[in-house]
């Protein structure tokens, strides 16, 4: 009777097993019929997985994709999973920082025009004007070498201090610093936590947003936007078995459509297309 059950039993088991493998081969059929190509691209929040998701909802079918966004808070995920195949592509870096992560560290990557500017803006918590700063002030910028070059030429563009003449200046790079600002790096995505312990702080674009900052209302300065080498874009891998969905994706992110978004989403100017 023992084995009589357990022949039942493992009977039972492989035809449950074969039922699912039949509805599975049955769905994967059905979903590679419909000819609709899955790429999952990894994203900021704020405004990339927001555009992602506009043009997953009303444009990608048209061109037979699915996106699904997977988002980070962070700079250095989204290029480690898609180094490791985590991602088919991902959406949150501007081309100085690409180029910088492609040098320093031999991804094989590829990647498309730029899609949007969020300008760099400074904020502060105690001042309402750039040059209100005190002697020996604090100014908090960002740790990652190709952003920190940006927001330190924003500084000395508003005229706090002279950097010396070098292609991606860091703290380290003051050729003359009259007033003696103290300057400080941290991590992008906690600067906004921090801007109330300094004087002022330059803030990335999708940062401040995320926090309730709006750059054009709150901050007291701002980056120019006009021929601005900034704009973000979509990056992928060169050898990718998806290249061509990719980009179908690259020319739906720079469509009519999506720079009406982009300009509706963000009426004030906080962000703006760049195509």
């Known amino acids: 009777m023992k084995i009589r059950r357990y022949l039942v039993t493992t009977v039972a088991t492989l035809l449950a097993l074969t039922a699912c493998a039949s509805e599975t081969d049955t769905a994967n059929s059905a979903d590679s019929s419909s000819g609709i ?12 997985a927001d555009i992602l998701k506009y043009v997953d909802e009303n444009l990608a079918a048209d ?12 700079y250095i995920q989204p290029n480690v999973a898609l180094e490791e195949g985590e991602l088919d592509a991902n959406y949150f870096q501007h ?6 992560e ?26 309402t004007d750039i040059t209100s700063i005190p002697e020996g002030g604090s100014i908090l910028v960002n740790n990652d070498p190709s952003n920190q070059a940006r927001a330190l030429k ?21 050729a003359k610093n009259t007033h003696k600002y103290t300057l400080i790096e941290a ?7 921090q801007l109330p312990d300094v004087d002022i702080a330059v803030i990335n674009g ?12 709150d901050a007291i300065a701002i980056e120019d936007g006009e021929d601005n080498p900034y704009a973000n874009i979509l990056a992928w891998k060169k050898d990718s078995p998806k290249n061509e969905a990719i980009a179908k994706l690259e020319k739906l992110l720079h ?7 982009i300009r509706k989403s963000y009426p004030n100017g906080e962000i703006i297309p760049a195509f």
Request: hydrophobic fraction near 40%.
């Open 63 to 74: 061109e037979g994709l699915k996106i699904e966004v997977k988002e980070y808070t962070d």
């Open 102 to 127: 492609v040098a320093e560290k031999g991804y094989n990557f590829d990647h498309g025009a730029g899609i949007q500017i969020e300008p760099y803006a400074v904020f502060s918590k105690k001042l």
């Open 255 to 261: 469509s009519p459509q999506v720079a009406d978004f």
């Open 154 to 174: 924003l500084l000395e563009k508003l005229g706090l201090f002279e950097l010396k003449d070098v292609e991606n200046p860091t703290i380290h790079d003051l």
């Open 187 to 193: 991590d992008a995505a906690i600067i906004p936590v």
């Open 37 to 48: 190509v899955t790429i999952t691209v990894g994203a900021s929040p704020v405004p990339h």
């Open 95 to 100: 081309l100085p920082y690409f180029d910088t």
């Open 206 to 217: 999708n940062y401040a947003l995320d926090h309730g900052l709006n750059p054009t209302k």
